[in-house]
């Protein structure tokens, strides 16, 4: 059976550097290790800047760090890009409509295209 | 693109006379965690079990992996036989899958020839997981020395990657 992912993987990220939780809070500008002890145990989600603070520290994007919250977003995401594909498809035909279009039926669809 | 682990999570635990070590391991070869978590005194096997129902709550494994002791030949002291038990019995209740595997199994799934020591089964384990594990291995003991207490955490990765490597030789099914 499989399983979804954790909230986040900080806890490994941490110990594969061999950083204490004292480390990453003096990195974060904490007082002490209980927020980082919060969030390894998934008691408390971080705010954007501390996320993106992790990511400098441990050099793993946010999306990865955080990846069960990231299925979660991502799926919610896909399905409101659902509700909205018929509608976008139904907009005056030109080249940025028929972009918009594609963007929420590939969102819907779970890929996204970047050029 | 993240994607759901096509893998269950697992939580293998390897009891000692000093408490057990233990690894959560995802998919292929993603150590989520791994560590010692000691017992003392009197009541060890319920401090244990404490400490590995915290372990099942906060991971949510879809399988746990033991040692398999039941047999005559099992060197294991009573009470780790009973702690195996205990925790086998605790994770049916949470409703997690048990696998258990002898030691002669995971020598022969690990070792050159399915013979060796356990420290060359933790080198092993080290080079499986080398940022993880690697700064971890003890060095090898020698004969006045007792067992490192970071040997239980290479034979719970040990434990860990015998599902993917071997059919288990008892297989509890979780109660639906």
């Known amino acids: ?115 | 693109m993240t994607q759901t682990p096509p893998y269950p999570r697992i939580l293998a635990i390897a009891p000692s006379t000093r408490g057990f070590g233990f690894v959560v391991l995802e998919g292929l070869a993603l150590l989520v965690d791994w560590g010692s978590k000691p017992t003392d005194g009197k009541n060890k096997n319920i401090q244990a079990q404490a400490k590995a129902k915290a372990l099942i709550t906060r991971y949510q494994p879809s399988v746990i992996v033991l040692q398999n002791t039941a047999l005559e030949n099992s060197r294991r002291s009573q009470r780790v036989k009973r702690l195996i038990e205990q925790i086998a019995k605790m994770a049916q209740a949470h409703h997690v899958t048990v696998q258990l595997f002898t030691h002669d199994e995971l020598k022969e799934a690990l070792l050159p020839g399915g013979k060796g020591t356990k420290h060359e089964l933790a080198a092993i384990i080290a080079q499986r997981f080398p940022d993880d594990l690697g700064p971890q291995l003890p060095s090898k003991r020698r004969p006045w020395e007792s067992e490192h207490s970071r040997m239980d955490i290479f034979y719970a990765a040990a434990l860990a990657l015998m599902p993917r490597l071997k059919r288990a030789t008892r297989k509890v099914q979780a109660k639906a």
């Open chain 1, 1 to 115: 059976m499989a399983s979804s992912q954790l909230p986040n993987y900080l806890l490994s990220n941490r110990k594969r550097l061999s950083l204490s939780q004292t480390d990453v809070a003096f990195l974060l500008g904490a007082q002490d290790g209980a927020k980082v002890s919060r969030y390894e145990r998934f008691a408390r989600e971080p705010s954007l800047e501390t996320a993106l603070a992790l990511e400098v520290i441990y050099q793993r994007p946010v999306s990865e760090l955080f990846g069960g919250l990231y299925q979660k977003v991502e799926k919610e995401v896909g399905e409101r890009a659902k509700v909205g594909a018929p509608k976008a498809a139904q907009t005056p035909s030109n080249l940025k409509n028929a972009r918009r279009a594609q963007i929420f039926i590939n969102l819907a669809n779970k890929s996204f295209i970047t050029s």
